[in-house]
């Protein structure tokens, strides 16, 4: 099929470049110029597992291209993806600017009959908003073109495995035609008939999917974090916690690790809309509200632990950090809550020698006064406390004996659970985790070294 995708950021190249790989051929545009010369030469602008790869192979191929110009993809395509940035705004509702500054644009080089999917995020009603303005240019739903919404799953870091191997496809269209030529698209991913599904349904139900799938998630993320605190403060292990939730079918096990909170430019943000969605509908969300204050929650609960680990105070004490992107496997820093939890830490007095893998550069630009180390050796020396904020694979292979050396005192806090407590404690380390009981601060409290064997 002749597909164009306009919006080269994460959705669109992901979108466009595996679309591309599945033999249509692939017109990807962006206005700014800069960024299409460089991909025409396979430079990706972000860091995402296999995607340069995969790029370049289907520019090769000559199945993908790069141009600014609309017109051009427009023209040379029947099924055209918007998939621009649909960012917060400052009041919390979604930012529409650019689906309707493109919608406006589209209508002028259209012509002939054109299926028109939206891959961005937007509210309910967004698509009332699109129908007007080519309404008024003139141009009938049905005859001139019709509208598929069809949202992405797509993790960041995970982001190629998880449109070649999709857990359900969701169309949403008014007009059964269109959506099954989109459906088309993603057909050569289901490998048995049902599996996964194809959801064809309403626009404004596939729309309400894809907040609901994000929200969903965040709440997960939101509560396992609510019962990891209280475990350790009851003297339960959130680990076994989560698992035994997790052998109930219907509850499953993903999204059950404890940690520092959620965060990354997607499940904040369509939160926040969603929110705002229902208060503009006159509906107080309560129960979504209180997801978004544990996430915040989160962040001080991790640093009221790193401050009592340190006897208090964080006045002048330097902490070596681990971790800056809000995920591992990305480079992303947006809505970290490792950048929150540094910040707060700066507030209070102490100072921060940080170190990433893939994030300084981005944290560069928002984190000021702070240190960055070359490795993670080098963040824990002469530190008073190591702080785990990012579960890179990385972190969990280091000579933790070096580490122990390195640091002015054996204090770790480990917001994303990735030591055992006690292989830690007997290490000599003060450890502690994110509920998880660790028997050097059970010592502190009066308690027993081991824990005690549960249920067995
Ligand atoms: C998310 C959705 O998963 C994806 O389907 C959607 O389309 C885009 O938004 P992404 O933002 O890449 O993807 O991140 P995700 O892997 O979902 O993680 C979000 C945050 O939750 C991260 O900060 C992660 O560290 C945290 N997390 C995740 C937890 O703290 N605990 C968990 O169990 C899972």
């Known amino acids: 099929m002749r597909v164009c995708v306009v919006g080269t950021g994460y959705v669109g190249l992901v979108t466009g470049a595996a679309l ?259 208060q503009d509908h006159g509906y107080e969300p309560y129960h979504l509200k209180s997801i978004l204050e544990k996430n915040e929650h989160q962040v001080r609960e991790v640093v009221r632990k790193i401050k009592e680990a340190m006897g208090g105070t964080l006045y002048n004490k330097r902490i070596g950090i681990l971790g800056l992107a809000f995920k591992a496997e990305t480079s992303d820093v947006r809505n970290s809550n490792a950048l929150r939890i540094i910040e707060l830490l700066k507030d209070q007095g102490a100072t921060i020698r940080a170190y990433d893998p893939l994030a300084m550069p981005e944290a560069k630009r928002i984190l000021l006064s702070v240190e960055y180390a070359r490795d993670a050796y080098s963040a824990a020396e002469g530190s008073n406390a190591l702080v785990i904020l990012t579960d890179w694979d990385e972190f969990k292979d280091l000579d933790l004996g070096r580490i122990k050396k390195l640091l002015a005192t054996p204090i770790i806090i480990d917001g994303r659970n990735i030591y055992e407590p006690d292989k830690m404690a007997e290490m000599g380390f003060n450890y502690r985790g994110v509920g998880r009981q660790s028997p050097e601060a059970n010592l502190a409290k009066g308690g027993r070294r081991t824990l005690p064997k549960t249920g067995r």
């Open 20 to 278: 591309a790989s599945l033999g249509n051929s692939v017109i990807c545009i962006d206005r700014d110029e800069e960024k299409i010369a460089n991909l025409k030469t396979g430079n990706i602008p972000f860091y995402e597992k296999g995607l340069e790869g995969l790029v370049t192979k289907n520019l090769s191929a000559r199945r993908l291209s790069f141009t600014t110009n609309l017109a051009t993809g427009v023209t040379s395509s029947d099924v055209i993806f918007i998939a621009v940035g649909t960012p917060l705004r400052p009041t919390g509702g979604a930012d529409l600017s650019q689906i309707i500054s493109v919608t406006k644009d589209l209508v002028k080089v259209m012509a002939g009959y054109k299926i028109i999917v939206v891959k961005s995020t937007v509210p309910v009603g967004t698509s009332e908003l699109i129908l007007d303005i080519f309404a008024r240019e003139g141009r009938a739903e049905g005859e001139d073109f019709d509208m598929v919404f069809n949202p992405e799953f797509l993790r960041e870091g995970d982001a190629l495995y998880d449109f070649f191997h999709p857990t359900r496809i969701v169309i949403g269209s008014n007009n059964e035609r269109a959506g099954q030529k989109v459906a088309e698209l993603f057909k050569p991913l289901i490998k048995k008939p049902e599996e996964p599904g194809i959801i064809f349904t309403t626009i404004a139900n596939a729309k309400m999917i894809k907040y609901a799938a994000n929200t969903f998630l965040a709440s997960r993320i939101s509560f396992i974090n609510e019962i990891a605190n209280i475990c350790e403060r009851v003297g339960a292990d959130v680990r076994e916690v989560a698992k035994g939730l997790g052998y109930d079918r219907r509850l499953g096990n993903g999204y059950l690790s404890a940690g520092i909170g959620f965060g990354g430019p997607c499940l904040t943000k369509d939160l926040k809309a969603l929110i705002k969605m229902a």
